[in-house]
Structure formats: structure tokens, C-alpha cells
């Protein structure tokens, strides 16, 4: 065999990928894969995925797809959790080695992060953003192209390390020194930095994007205090991400720089100082957590009020206290390092500055409450995710708070404790939130509802599954386990709460697969949604259609009031708002364009060909990046016109035309 | 939407970038986008605060840095911002080949910038102080260095603007480029103005 052969064998596929189940996996992929190929190629779909999907700058399509692949993230990094789980089951399984446990816990926490929870988060933003503020699209829809498919490419490369190279196993924050060159020579952790980096770059565009969006392209009178609540949420944690990604950035790339070009920025030798790093990672990660959760917030909000049937109660504090808490996250980062021995003084301050949070926290669960207070509450999947957030919010922050008190810290900081925490934040906050929204605003994304029951039957798994796999974390991190521990011997009395803690895990498994069912049946049987409106719903998005024509309004609204919609439907305004043809114009709409997709292409090759030092790929990626740079550049043809008689036919075929 | 900006637009005109609204609200684009870049030289300035005494083996900042070609870089870059300043004075007049003068002279500035730091670096890496040497020099190159790098993207981006003014004069797509540029160059000014003072000045001192 040629020596270059053996080289890339050996490169590409070294010992830690070469685990039976990995290369079930292969072949399960390259078989799906040819499946797929064979299947396009047979119902002639090329071109209908290029048109209508890979070049798409529609805002709608983009939160399509953030959806597919957030789900899909989902599954993979729910298969991680449920391989950690099987191998803690018992005492003294040697199911994983250690190389192969910790890099299965590192991609789980930088999946479910990164790439499930951050594009499910932009699923809703894309999908209803616009709508509620009543807007066409956002303010820079190609560049919102751009951010989707950085982002997937980001994924796809940090997906591919467990078969091609190895994955990254220095967990999900990589840390210095196990990121270091000397201890961790692989490319594993090179795809890290470098999937970050280029998901990262797409992230800040979206929240660069989405803050204009909402600071310049509201309707005609809606004032700041007339947003719905989930926009200022938006809002405010698009200004999160501006302000938390740069640090993240830096971090990053100081670390890739260490591993690649021989820089000392957090190597042990030469001067070098990994507690640097772990300042400028936790300067993003404080700012992150927030960012995981405050769109959340608002999602509940919505949900809340429409499920009430009543408005949102104390809106201006809801308002006071999402800002106070984007303000005091950045003044808490050191909370995630007590133990790394800063000082009293320096501890203190930050334990009482972390414990001030839970303050405007508290705020809202109150706000919340009132709400339902007294109102006609509706029953659905939604509500229900929202009423079981309620609760285990409360106690993944109480918590939080106990973490904050700096000498309990130095006891639980790094055990199941913490884990249990953030799970009970992440989980009850943001996964519950995030499923709550897609069930409330999946009509008018796909113009059908969700099945009910097979909704509930998924929430009542995940909700008891989650309680049973976390419960049990709290006492196990009480009698001592640390996290990221492959396996421990009998005899500890950590036994049986790992036994329950398992069987949680497949509960919450088994919610998985009643979701997906759930989603595919309603695909193929789900109830249509005629009305536009089924929930009767308070805020402009159920104004339109469902799903929602490409130009959205056909008429750009006037708001008046706060809860827009429902004013115009208790004034009796709504068959008002059935057009007159001579109001509808032409509509000046984006016009589709290849770049976005072959940007994330070429940052993809060029993140390969750094991953493995193989510079002429590197270099060919880099060509790309600057030929698509160019391209825009000189490319002044981007919009097209919708032609009024487009838009009256479209809106008469809809039943939305006067006359 | 109706924008206090596009109502006065009828009383006072507005120059021509923002006068367009879909234009207009670029231009609030790329402030934010300056935001991230703020935040990015400002976690890059507090590394090279921590790291400013590891010097290892290396040299110091004081045996290292020699201000004589650090002073030319000044004079030049601050000229550029300048005549940037100019370029877009001219545009607002619609004079598109004042405009495309003072770009050019802009750029000359820019590369006789860029020009000196390579050759100091050069120097540098001469004398064997890479960032292979130590924690410090790491922080100082990557610093200087990113912020060399943006001005070399903006000699660039110049030259591609020039294209397009020759092709479509001033118009409020190319005056809206035209003016995010100046932006941009403004900003990066303003932080050689602080790796000058923190950087070098501070290291020859202290
Ligand atoms: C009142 C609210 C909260 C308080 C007081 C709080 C407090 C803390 C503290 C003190 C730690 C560090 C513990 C240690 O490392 O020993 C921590 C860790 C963590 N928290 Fe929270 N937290 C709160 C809310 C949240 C929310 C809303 C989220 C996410 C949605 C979250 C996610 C996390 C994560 C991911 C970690 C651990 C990261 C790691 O080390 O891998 N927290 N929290
Ligand atoms: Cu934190």
C-alpha cells in the first residue's frame, strides 16, 4: 500500500473511531444516505430542494429548517445522554472506555447547547418574529441565510468528528490544559474550536440581525411598550449575543491558535495562563445561560396569556425585569469558578451578585401565576409545558441559589448537584419552553395542528422522566459523586439512585419517540388549520393565514394597542381588515440567492482542512469564503417585485379580498 | 414603518445614505456589528493586560518596542482617518471623483500603515521574539496583529468600493458602503489610538 494511504487511514480513521457501534453507524449513514440520493433522484427533487430550500432567504423556510435540524440535533445528542446513562446504571461497567465515555459527554453537552437548544431558539424567532411585529421579513434576510447555514455547517463538521478523526473529549466547556497540544493531540478538539467558531459567527449575525429587526421594522405604532412580550425577549437577547459571542470568539480562537500555530496563550509553559481562558469562556457561558432561556421567558408569555384568555399581567414589570436580568449576567461569570481560589472578597461579591438574579426571576413566576390567575385556562400541550415549568424553574434556580452560597459551592461545585441543577434550568426552562412554542405556533408554520393527545401522552413522559432521571443527581451530588466520571465502584452507596436516575432516562427516551410520532402522524393526519387563528390568539402573527403567505402582510398593519390582534378582533375590526383590492401594491420582496449556502460550504472545507493541517483544503476553503465575500459585494440585483395582482389573487384564494 | 428620521426627512434633507430606508437601516446593521468588534478588541486588550508581565525567556515590552516607526504608523493611520473624513464630505456634495481621490489616498495611507507594522514585526520575528516565546508576545501579536489585519480587510474592501463607484457613481446603495466604510476605518483608528497609548506607550514606561 502507497504510504499516503496508510497516513489517511490512519488520520482519518484512528483506533477511537473504530468502536463496533461507530462503524454500525457508518454503514446505518451511508446507507441513509444513498437512500436519500436515490430518493431525490427518483422523485426529481434536486431542483425543488436548491429553489425552494438551499437558496431560500424566506424567513419562514430559514425557521423550517433551524426546526428539522434542532430536532434532529436533539436525537443525537439524546442518544449521547442515554449512552452516559447506561454506562452509570451500575456499578463498575465498563460498557464505554474512559477515551470514549468523556467524548460522548463532551458531545452531548456541546450538541444539546450549541446545536439543538441555540436553532431551536432561532426556529421561533424566524418563524414568528416577523409576524408579531408585522414586517415582511426581517431586516437582513440574506444575511439570516448566511447565519442558518453557518450554523449548519458549523454542526455538520463538529458531527462528523466521532467518524472521521475522533471527537473532542475535554467536555463541553474545553477547558486548558485538556485542550492542550501536549495532552490532546488528536484533531478532536480542533473540531470544536473550529465548528464553534464558524456556528458562532453565524449566531452573532442573528443577533445582530434580529436586534435591528426589532429596534427598526415594527408596524406603524407599535411603540416599545406595545411589543409583544416574546419580542422584547428577542430583543433583548439578541443584545445578549452581541455582547457575550465576542468573548466566546477570542477564547476560541486563542485555543485553536495554542493547538495549531504554537502561540502560548493557556499552555502551561512559556507564561501561558489557562485561567484566563476559563475567565473568557465564562464571560460568554454567564451571558449564555440567559441567552438559553430569556426567549423562553417569552414564549410563556405568549403562551400564558392565550391559554388564560387573559392579557399578560404586569407587563411593564415583565419588561423591568428582562432587562435588569440581561444587565446583572454579565456581572456573575466567577460564580462558575468559587473554587479556583479568586478570594473571599472577590467570592462575595460574586455569590450576592448571582443571588440578586433571582430577584426579577421571581418577578416573572409571579407574573406568570397572576395571569392564569382567574382566567379560563385551556388545557393544551402548550399551557401544559408551561404549567410544569412553573415549578421546576422554581427549583433549578432555588438551586442555583444554594450553588451561589460560596462555602456550599466548594462542597457541590463539580458534582451531580450541579448537574442536577442545570438540567432542571435548561430542561424545565428552555426544553419545556421550546416545545411549548412549537406546539403553540406550529399551525402557523405548517398550516396543521399537532395532535393533542399524543402531545400530552409525549409531555406527561417527559416531564415524570425528567424528575425521575434528576432527583435523584441532587442526593447523588449530596453523597459525592463528581460529574464526568466514567464509572465508580460498588460500595459508595450510589448504587440505586443511578439505577432510578437510568430508568428516568428512558422515560424521557421514550418522549422522544411520542414526539416524533406525534409530529410525523400530525404531518400525514393533523387537523388543518383554516382560520388562521385556532387558538384565538392576542398578537398580530394570527391575524394572517396558516401557513403564512411568502410576503406575509398584504397589507402592513396599524397597531393601536398592546395586544394587537385581540383589539382588532373585540372591536369587531377583523372583517375591517379584509382588503379592499386598491390597497394591495406591489410588494418589493428578497430575492434567493446561492451565496449564503456555498459561504457555509467553503467555511466548512476550510474548517476541515484546518482541523487535519491539511492547508491546500484550508486554503481552497478560504478562496471560497473570499469569492462569495466578493460576489455580494457586486451583486446590486437582490430584491425582486411581487406584482399586485399576484398578491389580490393570492389573498382572494384565501378568502381575504373584498369584493 | 414611519421612522422620526423618514418624517423629518421632508424638513431637513438627509444625506444621501440614509435617505433610503431599507439603506438606512444597514447602517444601524453595522453599528451593531462594530458593537461585536468593540467587544472582541476589548477581550483581546484584556488578555494583553494579563499577560503584559509573562514574558518567560522573552523580552520585556520596554526592550522590545521602538517608537520611531510606532509613530509613523500613528501619523498615518490618524491622516487616513482624515481623509476618509474628506471622501465622504465630497460624496455628500455628490462629487464621486473627489470622493474616489481621497479613497485612494485613503488607501495609500492605509498600506503605508500596514507596510510599517509588517517590517516591524518582521523585525521582531528577526530577533526571535515570536509569540512561540512567550505568553506576552502571544497577547501583543494577536492584538496588534487583529487589528493589522482589519485595516489590510479594509484596504481591500476600498479598492472593491472604488470598482463600484466607477461603475455606478454615487448613488444611496453605494454612498450607504461608501459611509459604512468610513465607519469602520473611524473605529479602527480609534482603537490604534488605544493600542498605541496601553500598548506601547505604557509599555515603555511602566
Ligand atoms: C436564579 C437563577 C440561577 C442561579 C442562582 C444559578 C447559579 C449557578 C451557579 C452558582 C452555578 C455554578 C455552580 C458550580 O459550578 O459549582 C451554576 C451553574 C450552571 N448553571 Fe445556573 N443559576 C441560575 C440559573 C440558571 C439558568 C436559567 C440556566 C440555564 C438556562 C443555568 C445554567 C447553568 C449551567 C449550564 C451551569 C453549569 C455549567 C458547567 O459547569 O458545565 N443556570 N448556576
Ligand atoms: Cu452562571
Known sequence: MPSFVTYLIHTLFPPTVRFPDILLIDAGLVLGGLGLIGFLTKTHRWGWLWREWLTTVDHKKIAVMYLISAIVMLFRGGIDAEMLRAQLAMPSVHFMPAIQYDEVFTTHGTIMIFFMAMPFIFALFNAVVPLMIGARDVAFPRVNAMSFWLFAFGAILFNISFIIGGSPDAGWTAYPPYTGLAFNPGPGENYYFLSLLIAGMGTTMTGINFLVTTIRMRAPGMTLMKMPMFVWTTMVTSALILFAFPPLTVALAMSLFDRLFGSSFFTLTRGGMPMMYVNLFWLFGHPEVYILVLPLFGVFSEVVATYSKKALFGYPMMVVSVLAIMFLSYGTWVHHFFTMGAGPAVNAFFGLSTMLIAIPTGVKIFNWIFTMWGGRIQMTTAMLYQMAFIPTFVIGGASGVMLAVVPADYQLHNTYFLIAHFHNVIIGGTLFGLLSGMYYWWPKMFGMKLNERQGKVAFWLFFIGFWITFTPQYLLGLKGMTRRLYTYPAGLGWHELNVISTVGAWIMGAGFVALVYNVVWSLLYGERDVTGDPWDGRTLEWSLPSPVPEYNFARIPVVHERDAWWAMKQKGQTMAHALRPEDVHDIEMPKNTPIPFLLGVSFFVLGFGMTFKWWPIAIVGILGVIACLLFSGFDYDDHHHLEADVVRQTEASLGRLQG | ?206
Open chain 2, 1 to 206: 414603518m414611519s421612522l422620526p428620521l423618514a418624517e423629518k426627512a421632508g424638513q431637513h434633507p438627509l444625506p444621501i445614505e440614509f435617505a433610503d430606508e431599507k439603506e438606512s437601516i444597514k447602517i444601524t446593521g453595522f453599528w451593531m456589528f462594530l458593537v461585536t468588534d468593540v467587544l472582541i478588541f476589548a477581550s483581546l486588550f484584556s488578555t494583553y493586560a494579563v499577560f503584559r508581565t509573562s514574558v518567560a525567556m522573552g523580552p520585556t515590552p520596554d526592550q522590545l518596542f521602538r517608537m520611531g516607526p510606532v509613530m509613523l504608523e500613528t501619523i498615518l493611520l490618524l491622516t487616513s482617518s482624515f481623509t476618509i473624513g474628506l471622501g465622504v464630505y465630497f460624496m455628500r456634495k455628490g462629487q464621486v471623483r473627489a470622493l474616489m481621490g481621497w479613497m485612494i489616498v485613503t488607501i495609500l495611507l492605509g498600506a503605508g500603515f500596514v507596510g510599517t507594522e509588517i517590517h516591524d514585526f518582521v523585525t521582531f520575528a528577526q530577533m526571535g521574539a515570536t509569540w512561540h516565546t512567550s505568553a506576552f508576545l502571544s497577547a501583543f501579536d494577536i492584538l496588534v496583529g487583529t487589528h493589522g489585519a482589519h485595516v489590510t480587510f479594509g484596504i481591500f474592501w476600498a479598492i472593491t468600493l472604488l470598482f463600484q463607484l466607477r461603475k455606478r457613481g454615487i448613488t444611496p446603495q453605494t454612498a450607504r458602503k461608501v459611509y459604512t466604510y468610513s465607519l469602520y476605518w473611524h473605529f479602527l483608528d480609534i482603537v490604534w489610538i488605544f493600542i498605541y497609548t496601553f500598548v506601547y506607550l505604557n509599555g515603555k514606561i511602566v
